[in-house]
């Protein structure tokens, strides 16, 4: 069970995860950052370096149902690319979080 | 533009773990603007450092990084010279003739001790030399562990002091996936371990766990987890004042309960006690702990300011150390090389060609992609000074080589690394199990050199 990124990206995509992510499994999408559960190691870097404190151990709890669905709709249309460099931005975000309340900066 | 760069930079990464692969990959992916050859230079036969090593056996995800530091190691214009040790087999003076610039990544392999009486005592070790052991470490002698005890302390409240009492109750389905040596599995299996206790001279909020290792002990079938009851005790104002991860781990393992529910195995958290003395005659017996003053908030009521646990193995987890090495600056308070941005300094002097990685360069902190970032600052750093470089006279790559070989060092090269793999796979097959790691040096080296010559 892998890491999830969460309500405090969305509009912000801070991006430190990114550098630290050691198998560059950090995808972006329009409005938050999606973590290929396929392709993480369960390392943690992602969680202790996100500054919006938005990245959580999929298990965590309530917060985390809506962002596992929609990183799961990212990724079934997705696959896995194998690197969200090469890959380069996803250029959507599935239904639920296109319709989030936009966030002041 | 005055001097274009070098034609060609040749670096050296001494240490091939996961600072020292993350340094090669930065370096690579500055190839469109530089021609640059790397030789990563490590002092076992085998590459991954603490991937290897210090990643616990059943953390298979973690352990996968091993692909692709694999693919980096093994790109076209990396070589791998195993089984040459910095300091011996090659000096800073051969670097400085062969190498236009070094970046030292080789981590921090020592470990720091308690100072208390009975600390010499058989039966007590450093965590991590039982995580060396079990992962089958060629320097870890092979019948350092017993594990005849049925009670064990850890002392420490970081991911180690978890890694290493999980490994010691993990049943023999779980210790079966791994890839530990036969030997320390049938040890592991045979183990009559009934208690493991880990220690925290401080509170659950200061602890150093992470909550995805904490939810994990939850999930250990014949394992109850026994909770101090001052975790319960933790207010909300406190969990709202920590930082968001550390309230989280204190949730999860406040979720871990602290009633036993009778299962075969049992791991205990204690806080806010510090190991006074180890008690037993010939090996250790018992740890006298005493409560600190943290604990005057939480429950000193409840237990005496000292108690004694049995304890017939204590492993102490508080902390790795690097230590000084040959021709580099080192900042004893600190355990680590002074640097600006990972250029090397000595006192006023710079040195310009000299640069550091990973835990030697700022402790012993942080995950594997920690490093990631650190690697890069290093390298971009070392790239925009490359110019300055003092040019090495020896360009010839195949010169070091030779001058190793002369030494009587049994260089190993990645098609060695490649024969070792293959050789504990195959071990593994008949055992039936995915690999089984080759624990012995001499061992090692003999199915290294089961490849086809270079």
Redesign the interface.
């Known amino acids: 069970m892998?890491?999830v990124v969460t309500a405090g990206c969305v509009d912000i995509m801070d991006k430190s995860c990114v550098?630290?992510?050691?198998?560059d499994c950090i995808y972006e999408g329009d409005r938050m950052m999606y973590i290929q559960p396929d392709e993480?190691?369960?390392?943690?870097?992602?969680?202790?370096?996100c500054p919006q404190?938005a990245v959580?151990?999929a298990?965590?709890g309530p917060e985390t149902s809506l962002f596992l669905a929609a990183t799961d709709q990212v990724f079934s249309a997705v696959g896995s690319p194998r690197s969200a460099k090469k890959h380069g931005p996803l250029g959507f975000d599935p239904p639920s979080i296109r319709e989030l309340e936009p966030k002041d900066k | 533009m005055s001097e274009p760069h070098h034609r060609h930079l040749r670096v050296a990464v001494v240490g091939s773990g996961p600072s020292g692969a993350y340094c090669v990959e930065a370096l690579l992916e500055s190839l469109p603007g530089m021609s640059i050859s790397v030789d990563v230079i490590e002092r076992l036969p085998v590459p991954f450092g603490l991937v290897r090593y210090g990643v616990a056996p059943d953390h298979e995800r973690i352990k996968s990084i091993i692909d692709s530091f694999g693919e980096i190691l093994s790109h076209e214009r990396v070589r791998f010279l195993g089984n040459v040790a910095y300091g011996s087999d090659i000096t800073m003076l051969d670097l400085r003739r062969y190498y236009d610039v070094a970046i030292f990544a080789c981590g921090a392999n020592s470990t720091r001790r308690l100072g208390i009486p009975g600390e010499n005592l058989p039966g007590v070790f450093a965590a991590a030399d039982f995580v060396s052991w079990y992962n089958g470490h060629p320097n870890a002698t092979i019948e350092r562990f017993a594990l005849t005890a049925k009670q064990a302390t850890v002392i420490g409240n970081g991911n180690v002091a978890l890694d290493v009492a999980r490994m010691l109750v993990n049943p023999r389905e779980t210790l079966l996936q791994t890839d530990v040596p036969q030997h320390v599995l049938d040890l592991l299996v045979k183990s009559p371990i009934e208690d493991v206790h880990i220690v925290g001279r401080r509170g659950p909020l200061q602890a150093k766990f992470t909550t995805k290792e904490i939810v994990e002990l939850g999930r250990l079938d014949d394992v109850d987890v026994i909770v101090d009851p001052c975790v319960l005790r933790v207010t909300e104002s406190e969990l709202k004042q920590a930082a968001p991860p550390t309230a989280r781990m204190v949730a999860a393992l406040r979720t871990l309960g602290s009633l036993p529910r009778g299962r075969a195995r049992r791991i205990h958290f204690t806080f806010f006690r510090r190991p006074v003395a180890v008690f037993g005659h010939p090996g250790a017996e018992s740890v006298v702990l005493e409560a600190t003053e943290g604990d005057n908030d939480h429950g000193k009521t409840e237990r005496a300011r000292r108690e004694v646990i049995e304890a017939g193995l204590v492993l102490t987890s508080v902390g790795y150390r690097a230590e000084p090495l040959p021709e580099l600056p080192f900042d004893a308070v600190t355990a680590t090389v002074p640097h600006t941005n990972g250029q090397v300094f000595d006192g006023d002097d710079t040195r310009p060609a000299v640069y550091v990685a990973g835990w030697l360069k700022r402790g012993p902190t942080g995950v594997i992609g920690t490093n990631r970032r650190d690697s890069l600052e290093t390298v971009k750093a070392l790239l925009s000074n490359a110019r300055g470089f003092p040019r090495a006279l020896e360009r010839d790559p195949g010169a070091v080589v030779s001058l190793l070989r002369e030494r009587g060092v049994e260089v190993v090269p990645w098609d060695g690394w490649n024969a070792i793999d293959g050789a504990e796979v195959a071990r593994g097959a008949r055992l039936g199990r995915a690999r089984v790691k080759i624990h012995r040096l001499e061992e090692l080296l003999q199915a290294s050199s089961r490849c086809p010559p270079e």
């Open positions: 892998p890491y550098l630290e992510c050691p198998v993480c190691i369960d390392c943690g870097a992602c969680e202790l370096v404190d959580l151990y298990e965590d």
